[in-house]
């Protein structure tokens, strides 16, 4: 992209609003040069031009690169080596409440490179969240980035915390995708933890810098963390989640919807509960589920659950049909287990044998029973 493409998109973050569909679609008709003409001219886009106009004339797009500069922060944009290609699915995505299309660039704090993000897992949900949904939260981040992926969610109270946290406790990368100018704070609470991923690994925003956390700026990041990653893991979510939007977007980007089941009484999981039921999450329990479903064929299949196997199992059946009328402790006459078994005499005879000499049964003085290996 050339210098003055760069000034165009970085005059057009300042003035619009993150995620605003309208501007973001013009963006990508008349490429943001081409809009920023328009606007000036205040020519046919009245819709857009009324809410940006006054902004206009105070951006200094070279001005903000420098401040960004001296904060240590860049700004992103397609075209450039770094710019994560899966955002461009955006682009087909359609509008939630008038939020939607590809930013027209990222700012972004930290060493961690976007590209790196092609893989990542999204691991988000409630900011009132349990003990259980944080543990679950962390655990999930700390096996994902075991994995060798990135964690990705939205630096808020609660799970989003608690996956960042677990990242950070395995030396796995993890980034903070933020409502608020990627220079802010956001929880303040979260201070030490946001300094940290903006120093080691990264704090990204399509807010320009100072921009405040308005509640609609939440739902504007909510698409970006859907398709910045793989797959959208959502631990605890209830019948009103700002969790539930980031899901609406993941689907909307056919990428892996997935659930953490959580206690049937707790209000903090009806919401995942609801997306279970009806198909639209698949159930996980912990990180081999989650590396499994967004991993390529054949990696990181995670095997059927299967209770421990007792030597007794690799047994024929009619051997473990006569084991299993044989007493555990006081003998038994061996026409009595073979009434109980339901076999010949003969037959049962050859059997308790066959399992004598493999420690199965042992003869005492009165007949047979169970042997060390069958106890």
């Known amino acids: 992209m050339s210098d003055d493409e760069r000034l165009a998109r970085v005059t057009l973050s300042v003035v619009g609003e993150p995620g605003q569909a309208r501007m973001l679609d013009l963006a990508g008709q008349l490429g943001p040069r081409g809009l920023l003409q328009r606007l000036r001219e205040q020519s046919d886009l009245s819709d857009v031009s009324a809410a940006v106009t006054g902004r206009l004339a105070e951006v200094d797009p070279e001005r903000e690169l420098a401040q960004a500069e001296r904060?240590?922060?860049?700004?992103v944009i397609p075209g450039d080596p770094e710019w994560p290609a899966q955002l461009d699915d955006l682009a087909t995505a359609g509008t939630l409440q008038e939020r939607g299309g590809v930013p027209v660039g990222l700012w972004v704090k930290g060493p961690?490179?976007?590209?790196?993000?092609?893989?990542?897992?999204?691991?988000v949900g409630s900011r009132s969240s349990t003990s259980y949904g944080e543990r679950v939260a962390g655990d999930i981040a700390a096996a994902v980035g075991l994995g060798g992926?990135?964690?990705?969610?939205?630096?808020?109270?609660?799970?989003?915390?608690?996956?960042?946290?677990?990242?950070?406790s395995t030396g796995s990368p993890t980034v903070a995708v933020l409502a608020c100018g990627a220079d802010r704070v956001y929880p303040a609470a979260h201070r030490e933890m946001l300094t940290y991923l903006g120093r080691e690994h990264a704090v990204v925003s399509e807010a320009p810098l100072g921009a405040a956390p308005h509640r609609i700026r939440f739902l504007a990041r909510n698409r970006l963390i859907a398709a910045l990653t793989r797959g959208t893991v959502v631990v605890?979510?209830?019948?009103?989640?700002g969790a539930l939007n980031t899901v609406n977007w993941a689907q909307r980007l056919n990428r892996p919807v997935m659930g953490v089941p959580g206690p049937v009484t707790s209000a903090c999981s009806v919401g995942i509960h609801h997306l279970i039921r009806s198909g639209v999450a698949m159930l996980v329990t912990g990180g081999d589920d989650v590396l499994e479903l967004v991993g390529e064929a054949g990696e990181h299949l995670v095997a059927d659950p299967r209770g421990p196997e007792e030597p007794r199992d690799a047994l024929p059946v009619r051997e473990r049909q006569v084991l299993d009328a044989v007493p555990v402790a006081a003998g038994a006459p061996l026409s009595s287990i073979a009434r109980v078994a339901g076999l010949g005499a003969e037959e049962v005879r050859g059997i308790l044998g066959r399992l004598d000499e493999r420690g199965f049964v042992e003869a005492d003085g009165v007949g047979w029973r169970l042997g060390a290996a069958a106890r």
């Open 236 to 241: 605890e979510a209830a019948a009103r989640s």
């Open 71 to 75: 904060q240590g922060i860049r700004f």
């Open 112 to 123: 961690l490179r976007l590209t790196d993000l092609a893989g990542s897992v999204a691991v």
């Open 149 to 168: 992926r990135v964690t990705v969610s939205g630096g808020a109270f609660g799970i989003d915390y608690a996956s960042h946290r677990g990242a950070v």
